[in-house]
């Protein structure tokens, strides 16, 4: 007979371990070798049972003084006649997550990947149809305006030909003699007793007599399914839309899930969007900007004429109140302009004999900017030749 390993070696803790310590191991070989997640691994679902028996003793005060004092034969009365009790269905996230609801906080099902714990069933096996995700690219004026669309999808519906039973015409549901209607079986003898779902009829305690030949029994076929969408003014990038019993049809009656739509926002070739504010780049001729003068731009609501002052600095951001993105509660952002001077191209003779004329009769005073860095640039030069003269000296 193999000898049973030391519990605060199974665990991989000091025999000194705090309560926590002994609940962080516990949680993470749990998790590692839970059925779930090693399906058809005998190895795994050892490893599970002697990871689950060394915490109910190292987690309860009593027994472990009486193991730490005597090792296993002190606890041995602590599992009783029968062993240590696996009988419930420790096989599924969602039960395993009611037992050890206070250890792992109600949420140990998501760590399989479900959706909380395991739905329940009614006498006939009706169960909620699933919820899917179709993920929508719209174009930015469907986003700024709003719109229609409409998507087609292949989606789980009930079968038209037995009615979503399973069943074919005439037939019926009958008690399975595997589990005797109880949905799950006992497995293994002696110390450990794990209880599974029944093979024979996955867990629902009943079989179909005569499976409907259009859906094989169960329920549902693959359906075309045309959908109508309307898209609120104001949606983002990953937002989602709920089209609520929408999605797959419900097992033996039950309720349809839900279809959630992530909507993808294209870029756009004259808007940035910026949370509830839209940018916009106007390039405007270096002319207009130094004499000022009217400049004509976009807004979601048409053109606009703006006024820009004289001397108008390359990269002036202006500001329009409530020409930005509507939103989703009802106000609207702002709209603005960066204002990007436009060296002019393709110049005919005429128009370079004119710009030469107007540098001959510019000055410093012209390009205060240019000025200013100029005269940084003469400072730096005088304490640069200052400095190698010292260093000579």
Request: with cysteine; net charge positive.
């Amino acid at each position: 007979m193999a000898t049973k390993r030391d519990y605060y070696e199974v665990l991989g803790v000091a025999k000194s371990a705090s309560a926590d310590e002994l609940k962080k191991a516990y949680r993470k070989l749990a998790m590692q070798y839970h059925p779930d997640r090693n399906p058809d691994n005998k190895a795994a679902d050892e490893k599970f049972k002697e990871v689950c028996e060394a915490y109910e003793i190292l987690s309860d005060t009593q027994k472990r003084q009486r193991y730490d004092q005597f090792g296993h034969e002190g606890v041995k009365s602590a599992f009783g006649p029968g062993g240590f009790d696996f009988s419930r269905d420790f096989t599924h996230a969602g039960d395993f997550g009611d037992i050890f609801e206070s250890l792992f906080g109600g949420g140990f099902s998501e760590m399989f990947g479900g959706g909380g714990r395991r739905q329940s069933r009614n006498s006939t096996g009706a169960q909620r149809g699933d919820d899917l995700r179709f993920d929508l690219e719209i174009d930015f004026e469907e986003a700024l305006f709003g719109s229609e669309r409409s998507v087609d999808l292949k989606i789980n519906d009930s079968c038209s030909t037995c009615q979503g039973s399973g069943a074919a015409g005439g037939s019926g549901r009958e008690r399975c003699r595997q589990c005797n209607g109880q949905g799950f079986v006992v497995a293994g003898n002696g110390f450990f007793q794990v209880r599974q779902p029944c093979p024979v009829c996955r867990g629902e305690g009943s079989i179909i007599k005569e499976p409907c030949k259009s859906c094989n029994g169960s329920g549902r076929v693959k359906t075309p399914r045309h959908i109508n969408l309307r898209i609120p003014k104001g949606v983002e990038v990953g937002q989602r839309l709920r089209l609520q019993g929408k999605g797959e049809s419900g097992v033996r009656g039950g309720p349809a899930g839900d279809i959630y739509v992530v909507l993808h926002v294209r870029e756009h070739d004259i808007f940035e969007r910026h949370g509830d504010d839209l940018v916009c780049t106007v390039p405007v001729s270096p002319i207009t900007a130094a004499l000022g003068g009217e400049v004509q731009i976009p807004t979601p609501d048409g053109f606009a004429r703006i006024k820009l002052a004289a001397g108008t600095p390359n990269g002036k951001i202006l500001r329009l109140r409530n020409k930005g993105m509507p939103t989703l509660h009802g106000r609207t952002g702002d709209l603005h302009l960066r204002i990007e001077l436009e060296t002019p191209a393709k110049l005919n003779s005429k128009q370079k004999q004119a710009l030469k004329t107007f540098i001959e009769h510019s000055s410093e005073a012209n390009y205060p900017e240019a000025a200013k860095l100029n005269k940084s640039i003469d400072a730096f030069y005088k304490r640069r030749d200052a400095l190698i003269k010292e260093s000579k000296n």
